[in-house]
């Protein structure tokens, strides 16, 4: 069993950056890639970033490369999201799962087993 909890979301103005953490119960955190999903209001959830389970392989929607970054810290059971250059357009509640089938992670939700509540970010223009 894997608990996940979300925390850094907020309200920001365009072009500024959040950092989102994801924190992580249980003992098996490094045996799961982790993701970043988000729901934006009136949308499906949709995929955000991947890490694999080292940390050594990361994906990424096309939509946020180049301005965000996911990162873990097996040592502290917890992952990241850094987030810079916000658009109004990334405002959404953001979630982190756990998937612990796969070692890359993949951008298919149904792969995930384990989500956290989420977190809001509001991006003003």
């Known amino acids: 069993q894997v608990q996940l909890v979300e925390s850094g979301g907020g309200l920001v103005q365009a072009g500024g950056s959040l950092r989102l953490s994801c924190a992580a119960s249980g003992r098996t955190f490094s045996s799961a890639a982790m993701g970043w999903f988000r729901r934006a209001p009136g949308k499906e959830r949709e995929f955000v970033a991947v890490?694999?389970?080292?940390?050594?392989?990361?994906t990424y929607a096309e939509s946020v490369k180049g301005r965000f970054k996911i990162s873990r810290d097996n040592a502290k059971n917890t992952a990241y999201l850094q987030m810079n250059s916000l658009k109004p357009e990334d405002t959404a509640v953001y979630y982190c799962?756990?998937?612990?089938?796969?070692?890359?992670?993949?951008?298919?939700?149904?792969?995930?087993?384990?989500w956290g509540q989420g977190t809001q970010v509001t991006v003003s223009s």
């Open positions: 890490i694999s389970r080292s940390g050594g392989v990361t």
């Open positions: 799962a756990a998937d612990l089938r796969t070692t890359w992670g993949t951008r298919s939700m149904e792969d995930y087993a384990y």
